[in-house]
């Protein structure tokens, strides 16, 4: 009888405490990505996209961006989502071209039909979703909240994201305004609570 009352209060004591963390800190939990708008338009995801996840700890973080051919999805700054960087994903060093909309996740071949060029569309981002899908970065870091200002630190360098909880904190979504040769484009990502 002992064993049983203890084992109650053991569990019941645990999912309280668990109740209690998530309260004060609803962005502790695992998020996947589900939704990315770029300029208020619905941007088409393959399932690699999809993969990309948020996992929050206590104080920890880890962020994991996968891709179809294994190539960097995003630059080599914090947390930034790929597809947000509004220049070409050529991470070769080549220069590349100066577009400022190749990687918003539709298929892109500046040059069709001639296979030239280093972007043509080799990172897959929502086209066919042809390639295999591999972890392509990890980000491991702490976090810190201020009124929903989450900033998120790896390797000295913070980047600060403005959390927006919806569907009573099973959903949160973040915004990024970059302005590339005078064209602004505002991206949304959502993420869903696994």
Not at 27 to 48: A, D, H, P, R
Not at 73 to 100: E, I, M, N, P, Y
Request: some cysteine.
């Amino acid at each position: 009888m002992l064993t049983i009352i203890t084992a109650i209060t053991f569990f019941s004591c645990n999912k309280d405490e668990d109740t209690v963390a998530l309260q004060s800190n609803p962005i502790i939990g695992t998020w996947k990505l589900v939704e990315e708008y770029s300029n208020n338009q619905l941007v088409v995801l393959n399932n690699c996209n999809l993969q990309e996840t948020y996992i929050f700890g206590e104080q920890q973080f880890t962020h994991e961006a996968y891709s179809n051919t294994g190539k960097m999805k995003f630059d080599d700054s914090l947390a930034q989502k790929g597809g947000d960087d509004d220049d070409d994903d050529d991470h070769g060093g080549s220069g590349g071209d100066d577009d400022d909309d190749d990687d918003d996740h539709g298929p892109v071949n500046p040059n069709p039909g001639n296979g030239g060029g280093d972007d043509d569309d080799d990172d897959d981002h929502g086209g066919n979703g042809s390639g295999t899908c591999v972890l392509a970065e990890t980000v491991i870091g702490y976090w810190a909240n201020a009124e929903n200002a989450y900033h998120l630190t790896s390797t000295n360098i913070t980047d600060t994201k403005n959390i927006i909880f919806t569907d009573n904190g099973n959903k949160f979504y973040y915004e990024k305004t970059t302005t590339v040769n005078g064209v602004t484009v505002t991206k949304k990502y959502v993420f869903k609570r696994q």
